[in-house]
């Protein structure tokens, strides 16, 4: 029996994207060995990877002038791989704090040059429970970019509309909610994103690149950092983590198969008032911190009267068969992530649970 | 059907390590969720990561001055994050050149500090045919480190024997060799090796790291960089990429159970054996060009008279259930990949096709 995963990353994935995998882990269609026994160079393998760019390219609208690129890392590699790229000497780049990620790459970047914190919403005492407002925004015409963090996966809080930057590349870390609804990809110089929460396992990356912005990355640092070298290679320059791109394959099929993006957001919606539906009404029981207009559709992050509440929370949820609930040890409580695979029936599980709970211990 | 792979990497895999991987795929000891739907923090795939660690320090005899890292990239991204983490400002590292990916290693590490050609073994015509004796190498007392190619994937050469390099800190791509047979680990600062040959599947980068070595690494680049950092949070400073190190874990417990290195190195040589046996009977056909001592017992490479009969031997052997022969793309020819999972049994069906095919075309 599978249990209802509302992990944080890596999270749930789709049932048939899994069954898939399954069924052909030891013969990859009829070629006798498993694809990830099979040469990154070969036809077979090759059709994987290509098929899975198309999905992005098609579910995404990429228009062609940016590319999808597979790297590895993780988002934490990019915080450090981005100024590295574009943080040019005498340059410097525009970080907006919405959350401990944006802390960190803002850390990376500066082992590596100038930035400036352009934009925060960090309370006294550390959290953060909004994303910034546009003039709040101190944007410095001549960065060398702007870095944000789209979905604040610890704290909660996500952007609903995007910061006008003018002609600065717009970079953003979009690990926790890549694809949870349709967007305009240009927009943006360069999306970054962990596949560990909306498309697949761990142990792969997905970046869309404007190709213009990339070209113009520096060429003084070794090959394997440049993301041209990635880019003029089709992610082939070394060997991918082709197991993990072959898996991201198999969800971005589901995706198209269940309607698409606009379908996953009439979904994802849905869970999310479902659950701040459920946090409104009982907001004398269940404390939700974000500010309405900041509320993550991807993480819903509460806390009980007491952290003893919280526990038994977490405990008896477990026993009801949901797991995944236990907010980030920075930021305590409870933290529901309600990814692509999350199903609005799982959801509505909970909010029955929720309101029982509320009925014994409230 | 599974055919016999013999592709230089990504790898066949043993088949047990894949069964087990696709028998838990949905649903992971019990837990109701596949292995990477599991947190990389929960107790559950912390088992599966410390069991990996404690495999490798048994099968390898691992000392307590080394420390074994998951890491990403590949080889070829720690061809450049070796020389970010030890070729401080003044120092020079020595690189001894072997093949091609001695190349790539040596070209990354110019852009990060002063490099020196240690030692090297190149041809006129580019090619590689041997490693260099002691006696050939002009190693500098003051490097920062060494760095070697234990197995030239492409050249198929190997090394027999260590180099001798005094106090400096020997640094090694075992990509290609690594757990080919029982080793001893000490005498290496620095070990890494791509898990897509003899381990896993690509997408995860086995270290064995010296403590005290990475200790010193610099602390002024990102942290994400930084040995140290991983080596401190146990590999898990980051989203490690689970899945890769689970199927990593399976082969490792395979090892174990067919009787760990000793029997996987008289497996090795059997296989080597058959086919440079094969090779030498019939040198007037099969063209072997490595140096009888620096012969590897991973990639066997030749040649058969003519480029017309190599794609032959290619394409009948495939027909007969063999793939993965084709040479590099550089080097032309053949290549026979014979790492762990290759058995004795598969290189006697080849050996026996090699016989067959002289006697059709010889
Ligand atoms: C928004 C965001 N950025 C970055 C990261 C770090 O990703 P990784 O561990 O893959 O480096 C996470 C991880 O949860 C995240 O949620
Ligand atoms: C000896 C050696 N080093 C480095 C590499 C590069 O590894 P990766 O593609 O994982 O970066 C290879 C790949 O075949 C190799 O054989
Ligand atoms: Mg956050
Ligand atoms: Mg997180
Ligand atoms: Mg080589
Ligand atoms: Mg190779």
Redesign the pocket.
Known sequence: MRVINFN??PAGLPLPALERARDELLDFQGSGMSVMEHSHRGKEYDAVQSEAISLLTELLGIPDTHQVLFLTG????QFAQVPMNFLTPGASADYLMTGV?SEKAYEEAQYLGKVRIAGTTVLPDKRYVRVPRQDELTLDPKAAYVHM?S???IYGTQWHWWPEVGDVPLVA?M??DFMWKPMDVSRFAFIYA?A?KNLGP?GVLIAVARKDFIARGRKDIPKIFRYSTHAENNSLYNTPPTLAIYLCRNVLAWVKQVGGLGQLEKWNREKGELLYGALDKHAGFYHAPVEKDSRSYMNVVFKLPTPELDDRFVAEAKKAGMVGLKGHRSAGGIRVSTYNAVTVDNVRTLVSFMEEFIRKNG
């Open positions: 944080p990353g993780g988002a934490s590699q990620w963090t979905n604040n996966t870390d690990s926790s962990g560990q761990s």
